[in-house]
Each structure stands twice: as C-alpha cells, then as structure tokens.
C-alpha cells in the first residue's frame, strides 16, 4: 500500500508541476511581449473618415514614414461613422502600448462641443503623439452656382435661404457651418456623408452646392472648370494658393478656420514609446515625397512634439467652445 501512495503522492506533485508551468506560460510570454523591443509586430493607424479623402491620405503617408523609420509594419483601417466618435471610442478603449493609433482630426477635438452623447474626453483620454499637417480650408462652389466671387455668394445664399446644401465630412464641419451661418445672416442646409470624396462627389455632381475644403484637394476638377474656390477663411493668403483672397479681402466678414491632422494613441501609452514616434514623424515627413504629397492636397507639413500638439489640442477646444456659445450652438 505504501509503493501505490507513494505513486499516486508522486502523480500529484507531477500534476501540479504540469498546472504550475501551464498558467506561467502565458504569464511569461505576457511578460516577453511587454518587454519586446517597439515596435515587434504591426501598428494599426485608425482614420476616422472614408477612404479617399485628405484625412485617408494623411494616415497613409504618416503610415509609410513610421514604417520606413522604424522598420515596422503599418496598416491604416478607415472607422467612419458618427462624426468620427466610432473610430475616436475604439482608439480610446485600445490597449495602450503604441499598436493602435488615431488619426486625430479637428473634427475629433470638436466631438463634445457638437454630440452630446460623446462618452470619452477627447484630449484627457489620448497621449498626444504629433500634430502632423494643417492648411486652412476655403469656400469651395459648384461651378453652376451664379456667383462669381464670396460677396456674390453671400447675397445669393441671402436671396435664397434654406435653398443652398452644404456638404458635411467630419464632425467639425456641422459646428463651423452653424457658426459661419450665424455670423454671415445665412440659412444653409448640411448633408452629412462620410469622407472628403463623397462630399467631392456630391459638389460635382450638385446634390450639395458648396463645402470647405483645403485649396488643393479637389484641384483637378477645379483646372477642369467643374468646382470654383471662392476665398480661404484666414487671416492670410495660403503660400500654395497665392491666388485666392481671403475673406476680408474680398470685402466680407472674416472668418478663420484653420483646419488639422495629428496622431495620437491611448491614454496611458509609454512616453518613451510616444516620443519615439514623433521622433520618426518629424524626421520622415517634413521632406522628400511624404512632404509633396502633402503639399499636393494644399495642405503643409507641421510634425509638432507631443507637449506642443497636447497645448494645441486643449487650445482648439476651448477655442471652439467659445464659438458654439456665441453662436448659441448646443450639442445634439
């Protein structure tokens, strides 16, 4: 009897040494995994727009240097839906270990002052990684429409009210249309679609007669006489644009917006990880054919530190606060 408890003593000890090594392995390949050089497996950039547009663009080229500077494999996957909250929600919930990315727009820092159901904090729940582009966007018109100049436009959407479409791509569209509304005297009606091409498409083919766009983006159907841009809303001519007035030089109310692209990742990702991204950014983007395909959308190559696109996402939102109060515009 004392040979069979041995034996079944023996059995039980090997048992719990099998259930023992069992539960530490995933525990050790966890703990090899936090501990792999960054980055050892693909980053996944999230844009929060269709594909087609300058925001699908921008992730891919910032894509493209981060893979070249940092030997990584990017992928960028388009989440558009709600204003952009869809793709902003599934960045914030992410595990924060800098292989999950947002592509951060205007639009995204502006999500609390339009939706009223946002349930995350758009700059508390993100660790800024780098305001990469910005331009300011201009008045952009189908070519039917009567006007030949902003003072044109502005008396024929006042003759006309309700009657002019405006074509909404990102949340921060629908607050700039009711703000420019609001202090021009106009009623314009906002069609929301998912991304810079569908709005193009709807310009062209005059189910929306005018939108906000960057200079350059819908260039080609400009040269082609179909879309006509009417002013951009600075307080400066665009450099890549020298053409365009702005709008107090064509003798109307100014009005600024100056529109951005950043990348952020979750809250609580390592600094050391943030900042080697930003690192590879800044020195990929702002040359060679990265910064051209930027310039080509009439857009300009910013690559900011962290700390400084961190400042300026707290400073856009304040800013824009202010301008939905003004205007007496509630989130909805």
Do not use: C
């Amino acid at each position: 009897m004392s040979g069979f408890s041995e034996f079944i003593s023996a059995l039980g000890r090997s048992a719990l040494l099998a259930a023992g090594l069992a539960l530490a392995a995933p525990v050790s390949g966890a703990l090899a995994q936090a501990n792999a050089p960054y980055p050892s497996r693909t980053i996944t950039i999230i844009a929060p727009l269709a594909a087609g547009g300058p925001t699908d663009t921008t992730a891919r080229v910032a894509g493209e240097v981060i893979a070249k500077e940092l030997g990584a494999q990017v992928i960028v996957e388009n989440k558009p839906g709600a204003g952009g909250l869809l793709a902003a929600d599934y960045v914030a919930k992410a595990a924060p270990d800098g292989y999950t990315l947002l592509l951060y727009t205007a639009g995204t820092n502006l999500l609390p002052v339009i939706n009223k159901n946002t349930n995350i904090d758009v700059v508390k729940d993100f660790a800024p990684i780098s305001r990469l582009i910005e331009a300011p966007t201009a008045v952009l018109i189908n070519n039917d429409l009567p006007v030949k100049n902003m003072k044109e436009f502005l008396a024929y959407a006042k003759a006309n009210p309700g009657k002019l479409n405006y074509g909404v791509q990102a949340a921060s569209d629908a607050l700039v249309i009711a703000a420019f509304n609001s202090q021009m005297g106009i009623d314009t009606q906002p069609v929301r679609y998912t991304g810079g091409a569908p709005v193009t498409q709807a310009l062209l083919s005059n189910e929306v007669q005018f939108s906000f766009f960057f200079p350059g983006t819908a260039k080609s159907h400009i040269d082609a006489g179909k879309l006509r841009l009417l002013a951009v809303m600075d307080d400066k001519r665009f450099p890549q644009s020298p053409d365009l007035p702005t709008m107090a030089e064509e003798g109307v109310p100014s009005f600024k917006f100056v529109s951005y692209f950043g990348l952020v990742a979750p809250k609580g990702t390592p600094k050391a990880i943030t900042d080697r991204l930003s690192a590879a950014l800044a020195k990929g983007m702002k040359t060679g054919e990265p910064a051209a395909r930027i310039k080509s959308l009439g857009m300009e190559v910013v690559a900011s530190t962290p700390e400084e696109f961190g400042k300026a996402m707290d400073t856009e939102l304040a800013r824009w606060k202010a301008v939905a109060d003004k205007a007496g515009i509630k989130p909805e």
